[in-house]
T-cell receptor, first 112, second 113 residues
Framework: DAKTTQPNSMESNEEEPVHLPCNHS???????IHWYRQLPSQGPEYVIH???SNVNNRMASLAIAEDRKSSTLILHRATLRDAAVYYC?????????????FGKGTKLSVKP | AAGVIQSPRHLIKEKRETATLKCYPI?????VYWYQQGPGQDPQFLIS???????DKGSIPDRFSAQQFSDYHSELNMSSLELGDSALYFC????????????FGQGTRLTVV
């Protein structure tokens, strides 16, 4: 599985935008970029995913670099409930059912 | 909406005992994944099933086994439990296809004493 690299931790102020970076320089053409987050004492939760184009949903936006070697998860207005560990994961569309392999995510702290 | 159900939520076992964790996926989801998360650790992939067949294997110890039944629920069987097996065990399910999201259960907290 291709690997991702994320900062260990980030801080944000409430109601400000947050940009969470992810590097995946060895990404293959068949890898989708998925983001999950894990709130304290809960199971991971899907956030967003994309292949090449930028994506938006009600939770966040995903900006994917043109060469696909990096991506950024954007939370437009952070709230205290967004404090969680955010994981950037590559899922290969070929072969197995594309298991979610969690690496070292980014722990996001949100200050009031 | 129905979510992934895991049972039991908490389990305490002694060393060398066995444990069985159950996972009930979202209706019409055909893929189940199992993860182990130790204290302060990231979730580690154990094993997955697609249409009742094992599809991939991760860092699952030989003492553990799992299967997916005809009604798509899955069970993780753990034998000769060790103190190091104490962890949160998550199950997730997804519908067919790589381009779909996986939904996680609330987890089973296993404590081995």
């Amino acid at each position: 599985d291709a690997k991702t690299t994320q900062p260990n931790s980030m801080e944000s102020n409430e109601e400000e935008p947050v940009h969470l970076p992810c590097n995946h320089s060895t990404i293959s053409g068949t890898d989708y970029i998925h983001w999950y987050r894990q709130l304290p004492s809960q199971g991971p939760e899907y956030v967003i995913h994309g292949l090449t184009s930028n994506v938006n949903n009600r939770m966040a936006s995903l900006a994917i670099a043109e060469d696909r070697k990096s991506s950024t998860l954007i939370l437009h207005r952070a709230t205290l409930r967004d404090a969680a560990v955010y994981y950037c994961i590559l899922r290969d569309v070929e072969g197995s059912q594309g298991n979610l392999i969690f690496g070292k995510g980014t722990k996001l702290s949100v200050k009031p | 909406a129905a979510g992934v159900i895991q049972s039991p939520r908490h389990l305490i076992k002694e060393k060398r005992e066995t444990a069985t964790l159950k996972c009930y996926p979202i209706p019409r989801h055909d893929t189940v994944y199992w993860y182990q998360q130790g204290p302060g650790q990231d979730p580690q992939f154990l094993i997955s099933f697609y249409e009742k067949m094992q599809s991939d294997k991760g860092s699952i110890p030989d003492r553990f086994s799992a299967q997916q039944f005809s009604d798509y629920h899955s069970e993780l069987n753990m034998s000769s439990l060790e103190l190091g097996d104490s962890a949160l065990y998550f199950c997730a399910s997804s519908a067919d296809g790589i381009n779909t999201e996986a939904f996680f259960g609330q987890g089973t907290r296993l404590t081995v004493v």
